[in-house]
């Protein structure tokens, strides 16, 4: 086993997720199941291959740096759960 | 009065151009059909009525004044996977922590279909974030498969399959990270695409796993998922892995003529876990394209059970981060008691996701972190470059591969949630054509004693559209399609 309940605390912290005391035991044996599953693409040998994180050739994209778009604060601002005038608002971070 | 809802895309389209049936009329008929079925299969989440029938009197001006008349399918109603943004219509991406949120800008594809005339009618139901194989996951309850209500319809694009087999639509947008379009179109009997990576803007697309998600089509005919296709494709400098093709004329590929056409069978995908009945129905169709002059062969593709591992590696590493903006802030769910910003942040994560989409994002956090990167992300794309390998050494001697879209047809309901491996597994098939960012397309190919459909999958090499394309008419001309056949019985009560 080596997904510990430690190792579950360290990767929801990460992932920024509460998992409460209950349920880290059910997701270590969870997630240990699955990373078990995953390791059986050790069995093929990728020796000198080089990782491949896109199929096709990607570089990046330059464009002229104008805007495009119109104001759209106020449609913007609708989604938001909390504002306080025209800003997102959130619980205060400094005291 | 003919029935409007069973005419195929292409079929409507020209008589709204013949001015036999208005665009108006075309949409109550499909709101009337969606009013009848949705209840039992639980396609959509939004149904655009108003604004549907809003839209059918612009594109009807349109039409009448002459400026739709090089599309094909204006006026037709479509349905589109709800993880596609829609201007000021819903997109949930079928998650409690998207529930109310309004995408203030259409995604390209939106905008492309809408410049078509194309009425968007509702936004469908999928596994929430698109990550499931069954529909299940969705916040807003399970979708129903149209030919046995007490199976599932597969995913995660479960809902627009299902909408195009129930005629709930005449065609559908979703998105294929993994077999996302093509799995469910299998299970569902109909057709669905997803092209080489690149091919569809992925801009407003909601990204689960960005180098692997493509958007796709679902139609009840190879002629009208390609038209459709045609639409929505093409190069956009609003997203960066956008791929510029020489030709997006993919109906100029609806030819029944496979003579000479090099097809492919890897052994490795008609070996152990596939159904008998999978087997003997694809060999058979197989048999079909071979009657029509084309030269089939077997051979191994190799490293096929490495695809799954590598797969969930890779999307769900990708997946860490992409979902990592849904915070209770700019939009969708909130906790409701907090301490602090970091609170916010995790309760509102907490309560918003549901089980499947945190797995995949703590299985993500972990494969990326100090310690493990190397053994487990790393090692990932060192299999997925040589799982491309084969694919082009097997393109060397193939135009095109075909084999089953899945080991079994539909489950049952409850099945496959309660074990998420074996869900995994079911997308052997799959996954291997995203990793590797080829084209394919799934197509029914026969029923099976339990009277579900079987999926047929053909894939194509990058940007081979129009072999996939003209492979599938081909053996689609050799049969009927096949309706559910509860359809028939929901149509009896009716009369």
Known sequence: MRITEETVQYVAALAKLNVSEEEKNKVAKDLDRILDYIETMNGLDTEGVEPMSHVLPVKNVFREDEVSNQDNREELLKNAPQRIGDSFAVPKTVE | ?495
């Open chain 2, 1 to 495: 009065m003919i029935d409007i809802t069973r005419l195929s895309a292409l079929e409507l389209g020209r008589k709204i151009k013949a001015k036999e049936i208005t665009v108006a009329e075309a949409v109550q008929a499909q709101l009337e059909i969606i009013k009848q079925r949705d209840p039992d299969y639980n396609c959509y989440i939004t149904v655009l009525e108003e604004d549907a029938l809003a839209q059918a009197e612009q594109v009807q001006t349109r039409i009448d004044a002459g400026e739709l008349n090089d599309s094909p399918l204006a006026g037709v109603p479509l349905a589109v996977k709800d993880n596609i943004c829609t201007k000021g219509v819903k997109t949930t991406c079928a998650s409690q922590i998207l529930y109310n949120f309004e995408p203030t800008y259409d995604a390209t594809v939106i905008e492309k279909l809408k410049e078509a005339g194309l009425i968007i009618i509702g936004k469908t139901n999928c596994d929430e974030f698109a990550m499931g194989s069954t529909t299940e996951t969705s916040f807003f309850g399970v979708t129903k498969n149209p030919w046995n209500t007490d199976c599932v319809p597969g995913g995660s694009s479960g809902g627009s399959a299902a909408a195009v087999a129930a005629e709930e639509a005449f065609l559908a947008l979703g998105s294929d990270t993994g077999g996302s379009i093509r799995q469910p179109a299998g299970y569902c009997g109909v057709v669905g695409i997803k092209p080489t990576y690149g091919t569809v803007s992925r801009y407003g697309l909601i990204a689960y796993a960005s180098s692997l998600d493509q958007i796709g089509t679902f139609g009840r005919s190879v002629s009208d998922c390609a038209a459709a296709l045609e639409l929505i494709s093409g190069h956009d400098i609003k997203d960066s892995t956008s791929a510029p093709q020489e030709s997006y004329r993919y109906t100029d590929a609806l030819v029944d003529d496979v003579m000479g056409m090099r097809i492919g069978i890897p052994k490795d995908y008609l070996g152990a876990g596939i159904e008998e009945e999978v087997k003997e129905s694809i060999l058979k169709a197989a048999q079909v394209l071979k009657s029509k002059g084309a030269i089939v062969e077997e051979f191994e593709l190799h490293s096929v059970e490495f695809a799954v591992p590598s797969y969930y590696v890779i999307a769900c590493a990708e997946a860490s981060s992409n979902l990592s903006r849904f915070d209770g802030v700019k939009y969708g769910y909130r906790t409701s008691e907090f301490e602090g910003l970091q609170d916010v942040y995790k309760k509102s994560r907490s309560e918003g996701f549901g089980n499947e989409v945190k797995r995949r994002m703590m299985i993500g956090a972990f494969v990326l972190s100090s310690g493990y990167y190397d053994a487990f992300y790393n090692k990932a794309l060192k299999v997925r470059a040589l799982i491309n390998q084969g694919f082009q050494k097997a393109f060397e001697k193939f135009d095109i591969i075909l084999g089953p879209i899945a080991p079994e047809t539909a489950p049952r309901l409850g099945e496959s949630l309660s074990d998420p491996l074996k869900m995994y597994l079911s997308d052997i098939y799959t996954v291997s054509v995203n990793l590797a960012g080829l084209p394919g397309i799934s197509l029914p190919c026969g029923v099976d004693k339990k009277g579900l459909p079987i999926g047929l999958q053909l894939i194509g090499r990058h940007f081979g559209e129009k072999d996939i394309i003209r492979a599938a008419y081909s053996f689609e001309q050799a049969g009927s399609y096949e309706r559910p056949t509860t359809l028939t019985k929901a149509q009896g009560k009716e009369a």
